[in-house]
C-alpha cells in the first residue's frame, strides 16, 4: 500500500464523486449516518446537535441525514480524530504497530512522528522500517526525516546523516516535512549541511529550549517554524510572538502543560498544539495519549472548546492536512465518541468511518542494527581525584538539568545522603569508549538501572549505588543487546528491547506488564518516579546545561567536554 498525501476532497472517480455530491445535498441516503450526537466544530469552536452523514469514509456533511446504516449516540459527543503534533514512537518502547494499538484506543487517529531515535542506530535502515510501518496499520503515521543524526557533531551514531541522504526521503509518501533541528550552534553559524537541510522542505520543525531574543529571531529567520522544548511562559508568549508554532507537551517525564496554558487564548489557539514526545508505554495505558492531554488542559482552566482545537484543527493546519482535523464535508471521518466534554473518556474511534475494534498483534521485521558495547571493566567506571566536581542535578518533571557543584572523593564518591550517585555511558558503537559521571536527584538509596535508550545515540547508560551492581545491570542490558535493567539486593529484572535496543517486538499488553515488574523492582531503590526516562536524557547534548557521554561530562553551555573535577581556576 502505498500512501499519498491527502489532500481535501481528492474523490477522483466521477461517479463517486456524483452519488458523494447526491449523498451531501440528501438526495441519496449515506454509507453511515452518526444521529443525536453532540458534534465539535473547531472552526467556531462550537457544539451542533446534529447529525453526521459519512460516504465512502469521507464527511458527506453536518445537518439532518440518513444512512443505509444509522448509529444513534443518544446524546453523546463527536470529536474529530485526534493528533500528536510531534512524537518519537521508539520512546514508548513499543513498535509502530503496537503503537497504534494503544493510541487508537484512545481517540488519536493520526501522528507526526520524528524517527530520529532509530535512525541514530540504524541510520537510513532505520528510517525505511518506519516508513514501511505505514502499511501495517490504520493509524495514520506522518513522518518528519530527522535532521540531526548524530544530534551534535561531538556525538556517536550508526551513521551520520548528511541532507544528500536525506534527500531520498523527502518526497516519499507519509514524510511532511524536516524534523526538529537540534542543532541550535550550527544553525546560527550557518553551518553548510545544516543549511542544506533546511532547504530540503518548506515544513521545519524546531528544537529550541531556552532561546530567546536575537538569537531566536535568527533561528526563526532560518525558516524553522516550530518548538516542542519551551518550559516557560514568557519563552512561550515571545516564540509566538514571533511567529512559532508552539507545540504543547506532555510526556513521561516532560511536563509543561500547567506553566504553558496561560498563553494559550482565543488569538493564539490556532498556533498552539498538544503533543507528547516520550510517553512509555505505561502511560500510554493509564493515563492515556492526547486525550490526557485535553483533560490536564481543562482540569487546570483552560476552555473545552480552546482545549479540543489543540488537538484537532490546529496540528492539521499547521502540517496542510487540510483533510482531517475537523468534520466537514469532504474531509475524513475520523473522529472519536467521548461520553464528557470535560473528561474527554474515549468511549469509541473511528477511521475512515468505520469503528476500530480489536485490532490484533501483528508481529513486525526487527531493523538489524549494530551493538558494539562490551561490559566495562571495574578500572574504566573508578572515579580518581577528589574536590569540588560537576555533578548533573535532576530537575523534577523536566528534562533540562541543572549543573551542580559539590565536594567529591574519589575513595567514595557514592554520598546516598546527599542523593549523589554515579552515572556511566558505555558506548554502543565503540567497544572502549566508557564516561563516568556523578548524578544528583535520582533518589536512589540502593541498587542501580541500565538501559539501551539513552538519547539520541542510544549508548548503554547505567547509575546506581554502588560499583558491582551498576556493572551487574550493564552486562544484562549488553548480554540482551538492549533492554531496561533494574539490580537491587542480588536481584534483576530485565525488559528486553530486541528491535535496534529500543522498541519491544512484543504485544503492548506484555511490554506494560514487564515494564511493570520492571517498575515495581525500581521502587525498593527509592528512585523517583520514571527513573528510566530520566536516566534516558542524561546523555542528551541538546538541552541544557550538563550530560554525561561516552567521553564524559558535557557541558551543554560551553558545547564541550569538560573535566568531572574543577581545577582550583574554577575552569
Not at 544553525?187 to 528544537?207: C, F, R, W, Y
Amino acid at each position: 500500500m502505498n500512501r499519498t498525501l491527502p489532500i481535501v476532497n481528492t474523490i477522483t472517480n466521477t461517479d463517486k464523486m456524483k452519488l458523494f455530491i447526491d449523498v451531501a445535498r440528501g438526495v441519496r441516503p449515506a454509507d453511515l449516518v452518526i444521529t443525536n450526537a453532540q458534534i465539535y466544530n473547531p472552526f467556531i469552536r462550537e457544539w451542533e446537535i446534529g447529525s453526521l452523514a459519512i460516504q465512502d469514509g469521507r464527511i458527506a456533511g453536518v445537518g439532518n441525514y440518513h444512512g443505509m446504516h444509522e448509529l444513534n449516540l443518544k446524546g453523546l459527543s463527536i470529536v474529530p480524530g485526534l493528533i500528536d503534533a510531534h512524537v518519537h514512537i521508539e520512546s514508548s518502547l513499543l513498535t509502530p504497530a503496537e503503537y497504534a494499538r494503544v493510541v487508537l484506543l484512545h481517540g488519536t487517529t493520526t501522528v507526526i512522528a520524528d524517527p530520529h531515535e532509530i535512525a541514530n542506530v540504524c541510520g537510513k535502515d532505520g528510517i525505511k522500517y518506519m516508513l514501511k510501518s505505514q502499511d501495517v496499520t490504520p493509524l495514520d503515521l506522518f513522518f518528519t526525516l530527522p535532521s540531526c543524526v548524530p544530534a551534535t557533531p561531538l556525538d556517536e551514531s550508526a551513521e551520520i546523516l548528511s541532507a544528500e541522504d536525506l534527500t531520498m526521503f523527502i518526497h516519499h509518501s507519509g514524510v511532511v516535512g524536516l524534523g526538529e533541528m537540534m542543532n541550535v550552534p550550527g544553525t546560527l553559524n550557518q553551518d553548510p549541511d545544516v543549511m542544506k537541510k533546511l532547504a530540503l522542505s518548506d515544513i521545519k520543525e524546531g528544537h529550541a529550549p531556552f532561546l530567546r531574543g536575537p538569537d531566536l529571531q535568527a533561528y526563526i529567520a532560518t525558516g524553522v517554524q516550530s518548538d516542542h522544548e519551551t518550559i516557560s511562559l514568557e519563552e512561550a508568549r515571545e516564540k509566538i510572538k514571533s511567529g512559532m508554532y508552539l507545540y504543547v507537551r506532555e510526556g513521561s517525564t516532560e511536563k509543561n502543560l500547567n506553566v504553558l496554558l496561560p498563553a494559550i487564548t482565543s488569538a493564539t489557539a490556532d498556533r498552539c498544539s498538544f503533543c507528547t514526545d516520550d510517553r512509555h508505554v505505561d502511560m500510554l495505558v493509564e493515563s492515556g495519549h492526547i486525550d490526557d492531554c485535553i483533560r490536564k488542559a481543562i482540569e487546570s482552566g483552560l476552555e473545552p472548546e480552546l482545549a479540543y482545537r489543540l488537538a484537532t484543527l490546529s496540528p492539521a493546519e499547521r502540517f496542510g492536512l487540510h483533510d482531517r482535523g475537523a468534520l466537514n464535508p469532504g474531509r475524513l471521518a475520523d473522529f472519536c465518541v467521548i461520553d464528557d466534554v470535560n473528561t474527554c473518556n474515549v468511549i469509541r474511534t473511528f477511521k475512515h468511518g468505520k469503528e476500530i475494534l480489536n485490532i490484533s498483534y501483528h508481529a513486525t521485521p526487527t531493523c538489524s542494527y549494530q551493538f558494539r558495547s562490551h561490559v566495562p571493566s571495574p578500572e574504566d567506571i573508578r572515579i580518581t581525584g577528589n574536590g569540588r566536581a560537576r555533578v548533573v542535578g535532576i530537575i523534577p518533571e523536566q528534562i533540562a538539568t541543572d549543573s551542580l557543584i559539590y565536594e567529591i572523593s574519589g575513595e567514595t564518591p557514592y554520598d546516598i545522603d546527599q542523593d549523589i550517585i554515579k552515572v556511566v555511558v558505555a558506548s554502543r558503537y565503540y567497544e572502549d569508549r566508557v564516561g563516568i559521571g556523578l548524578v544528583h536527584g535520582l533518589k536512589m538509596k540502593e541498587g542501580a538501572i541500565a538501559s539501551s535508550v539513552a538519547h539520541d545515540s542510544h549508548h548503554v547508560i547505567a547509575a546506581g549505588t554502588s560499583d558491582d551492581e551498576i556493572l551487574h545491570a550493564c552486562r544484562e542490558v549488553i548480554r540482551n543487546r538492549g533492554g531496561m535493567v533494574c539490580v537491587h539486593d542480588g536481584f534483576s529484572t530485565v525488559l528486553p528491547l530486541s528491535c535496534a535496543g529500543l522498541m519491544a517486538d512484543e504485544p503492548y499488553t506484555q511490554v506494560y506488564n514487564q515494564l511493570s515488574k520492571l517498575n515495581k523492582l525500581t521502587e525498593k531503590t527509592g528512585a523517583i518516579e520514571n527513573p528510566f526516562m530520566y536516566l534516558s536524557f542524561l546523555s542528551l547534548t541538546v538541552i541544557p546545561s550538563l550530560r554525561i557521554t561516552p567521553g564524559g561530562v558535557f557541558d551543554c553551555s560551553l558545547f564541550a567536554q569538560v573535566p568531572l573535577f574543577i581545577d582550583e581556576m574554577g575552569s
